[in-house]
Each structure stands twice: as structure tokens, then as C-alpha cells.
């Protein structure tokens, strides 16, 4: 069993940058793969950025691809996402989700895991 939750973000203008954090309870937390998704109103969910359990493999979607890092500190029980260079078509409710499983990563059904969610806005 795992508990997510999110946090670091805001309202901010176009070009800043943001971290999100990800706080996970559990004790096999090394053990999952983790992922960042977003939603905007009236959108599915989409993915953002994966990391493997290790730490030592990462994908982001193209769409944030050189402006979005995926990091993890698996002694922390911690995962970020670092967002520079923000647009603002980058506004929506980030999640981070995990699952033991790194099949099917980018797909949001297959997560067994979800935090709550924290809000992006980036302004023009």
C-alpha cells in the first residue's frame, strides 16, 4: 500500500519554473515505478513524466520534453518534478501515481496508486 501526496504548486507566469514534490508512505516505495500526469479542464488525464524504480531510466512526453526533469530519492520516499520554461498550456492538476509495474507506464488506468493532486496555473 501506498499514500501519495503532492505539493509546490501555484500560480505563476509564463516562463518561471516550479518543483513538484511527491511524498509516498510505504515501505516498499523503491519498489514502484512512479509517474506525473495532468489534467486541464474539459481534457483526460495525460502523461507527463516516468521514472523507473531505480531512478536510472526516464521518459517525458513530448510535450514538455527539455523543459520538464523527473527525479526520485528513494531514501526519502520523495519524487519531483522540476518544471522550467512553463507555458501556458502546462496549466492543469498534476498527480503523481505509482504502481509495481513499469508495463504501460504512460497509461493512467493501469496506476494502482494516486495522490490528490495539486494545481498549476501559469498565466500569459
Not at 76 to 105: H, I, R
Request: glycine share 10%; proline share 2%.
Amino acid at each position: 500500500q501506498v499514500q501519495l501526496v503532492e505539493s509546490g504548486g501555484g500560480l505563476v507566469q509564463a516562463g518561471d519554473s516550479l518543483r513538484l514534490s511527491c511524498a509516498a508512505s510505504g515501505r516498499t516505495f523503491s519498489s514502484y515505478v512512479m509517474t506525473w500526469f495532468r489534467q486541464a479542464p474539459g481534457k483526460e488525464r495525460e502523461f507527463v513524466a516516468h521514472m523507473t524504480w531505480s531512478g536510472e531510466n526516464s521518459y517525458c512526453a513530448d510535450s514538455v520534453k527539455g523543459r520538464f526533469t523527473i527525479s526520485r530519492d528513494n531514501a526519502k520516499n520523495m519524487v519531483y518534478l522540476q518544471m522550467n520554461s512553463l507555458k501556458p498550456e502546462d496549466t492543469a492538476v498534476y498527480y503523481c501515481a505509482a504502481k509495481s509495474s513499469g508495463f504501460g507506464y504512460a497509461q493512467p488506468r493501469r496506476y494502482d496508486y494516486w495522490g490528490q493532486g495539486t494545481q498549476v496555473t501559469v498565466s500569459s
